[in-house]
């Protein structure tokens, strides 16, 4: 079975987050995605020190199915240049792992 692992992503509005996390889901990309709360980044963009606020998603799927989502995750995302995090996940709840893999299943 695949190894697990999480994508990340930071966008600037809650309803482009939840659109990023249905599309996942919807597309078997995912098993399942979490938003999380307001964060406020700080960042240098085009010579300019930048502080917004922004929204967390974080997507769990299998290794053989990240690259897929990176690209729907890249095609889709609002920012020119999206911070787009793959973490492998080592070994965790056997059925939880095997939940995520028959989640991600096309």
Known sequence: MDEICVVTTVVDA?????????????????????????????????QNLETESEWS???????????????QIRSTHPYDV?????????????DYTAWVHEQTRP
């Open 82 to 94: 999206p911070e787009i995090l793959v973490t492998r996940v080592g070994s965790g709840n056997s």
């Open 14 to 46: 809650r309803s482009a987050a939840e659109g990023l996390a249905a599309a996942a889901v919807n597309n078997r990309l995912a098993a399942c995605a979490q938003l999380g709360g307001q964060v406020d980044s700080t960042y240098w963009w085009q």
């Open 57 to 71: 998603v974080q997507f769990k799927t299998t290794l053989d199915r990240a690259g897929a989502l990176v690209e």
